[in-house]
């Protein structure tokens, strides 16, 4: 369906993430190892922290791999906070607006899975959504609407929460028109200070997502690997597969689970859905 990493720490090089590891996202839009499926070549997208307030966002419907914009803005952009997301569509258009990850003032969202028969569904959620929040709505994803839901229900204020809320909502309005599954997801979400990521499922087999391990632990058992030379003891990483096989560098997220990530450490919470 889509791969996607969030990173956050010192200041990184994008092209550091984008492609230099052996696995990295630019690989992974050809050759994705755990998704649905193994190319990713719907579109892609950058989020990324700098002097302003809001983030800034490059979308492009062409395949990441193919890319010569990224490629230049890889070299030369860097950033202490990053989304990237490649994608594989599950229906709705390959257009700009359909790229994650969306942003809404200083935040970012993306999600790999979907939101199972969205058509039928799509009117009753779209009504879901606070009327000041609904024109703000540019594409037609399902993954579009579920941010926009996740920030009627308080994603600014509470976002463990407001997910919950979302996904609930989903998941009611999904079986009261007979659909078994309603959602399939893992989300990534921020305000550029802290990093929200689920992964979850209605079936309880959700998409993959992994964390990375201590990085100075990492450093001490491998004194000669140079990518970890250079990373600062404060980088961390969810992303949607590994991107090197380094032993003991990745953990799973397990699923029903919210990761938080914030400075240099991470915490990890039961999810479930919440109905009001």
Same mark, same amino acid.
């Given at each position: 369906?889509?791969?996607?990493?969030? /990173?956050? =720490?010192?200041?990184? +090089?994008?092209?550091?993430?984008? /492609?230099?590891?052996? +696995?990295?996202?630019?690989?992974?839009?050809?050759?994705?190892?755990? =998704?649905?499926?193994?190319? +990713?070549?719907? =579109?892609?997208?950058?989020?990324?922290?700098?002097?302003?307030?809001?983030? =800034?966002?490059?979308?492009?419907?062409?395949?990441?791999?193919?890319?010569?914009?990224?490629?230049?803005?890889? &070299?030369?952009?860097?950033?202490?906070?990053?989304?990237?997301?490649?994608?594989?569509?599950?229906?709705?258009?390959?257009?700009?607006?359909?790229?994650?990850?969306?942003?809404?003032?200083?935040?970012?969202?993306?999600?790999?899975?979907?939101?199972?028969?969205?058509?039928?569904?799509?009117?009753?959620?779209?009504? &879901?959504?606070?009327?000041?929040?609904?024109?703000?709505?540019?594409?037609?994803?399902?993954?579009?609407?579920?941010? /926009?839901?996740?920030?009627?229900?308080?994603?600014?204020?509470?976002?463990?929460?407001?997910?919950?809320?979302?996904?609930?909502?989903?998941?009611?309005?999904?079986?009261?028109?007979?659909?078994?599954?309603?959602?399939?997801?893992?989300?990534?979400?921020?305000?550029?200070?802290?990093?929200?990521?689920?992964?979850?499922?209605?079936?309880?087999?959700?998409?993959?997502?992994?964390?990375?391990?201590?990085?100075?632990?990492?450093?001490?058992?491998?004194?000669?690997?140079?990518?970890?030379?250079?990373?600062?003891?404060?980088?961390?990483?969810?992303?949607?597969?590994?991107?090197?096989?380094?032993?003991?560098?990745?953990?799973?997220?397990?699923?029903?689970?919210?990761?938080?990530?914030?400075?240099?450490?991470?915490?990890?919470?039961?999810?479930?859905?919440?109905?009001?």
């Amino acid at each position: 369906m889509c791969r996607w990493l969030a /990173y956050s =720490g010192s200041p990184v +090089n994008l092209e550091e993430l984008l /492609y230099k590891p052996a +696995n990295s996202l630019v690989i992974q839009s050809k050759h994705s190892r755990m =998704g649905v499926e193994t190319t +990713n070549g719907d =579109g892609f997208g950058v989020g990324w922290y700098g002097t302003s307030p809001e983030p =800034g966002v490059f979308h492009s419907t062409e395949p990441a791999w193919h890319d010569r914009n990224l490629r230049e803005l890889a &070299a030369q952009a860097s950033s202490r906070r990053v989304f990237a997301h490649i994608r594989a569509t599950t229906g709705s258009a390959v257009q700009q607006t359909n790229c994650h990850p969306f942003r809404h003032g200083r935040w970012l969202w993306m999600h790999n899975g979907l939101i199972t028969d969205f058509p039928a569904v799509k009117r009753e959620l779209a009504m &879901a959504v606070e009327p000041g929040l609904y024109p703000e709505i540019e594409g037609s994803t399902d993954s579009e609407m579920f941010f /926009y839901l996740a920030l009627t229900f308080g994603l600014e204020q509470d976002p463990r929460g407001a997910v919950a809320a979302a996904v609930g909502l989903i998941e009611d309005t999904g079986r009261r028109h007979g659909i078994e599954h309603p959602i399939q997801m893992t989300v990534a979400t921020t305000d550029g200070d802290t990093t929200w990521a689920f992964r979850y499922s209605s079936e309880r087999h959700s998409r993959s997502l992994f964390h990375n391990t201590d990085i100075a632990t990492l450093r001490a058992q491998y004194p000669d690997n140079p990518v970890l030379q250079e990373l600062a003891d404060n980088a961390r990483l969810v992303v949607s597969e590994p991107l090197g096989d380094l032993r003991g560098a990745w953990r799973e997220v397990p699923d029903a689970t919210c990761v938080v990530v914030h400075g240099g450490g991470e915490d990890l919470f039961p999810f479930s859905p919440s109905v009001s």
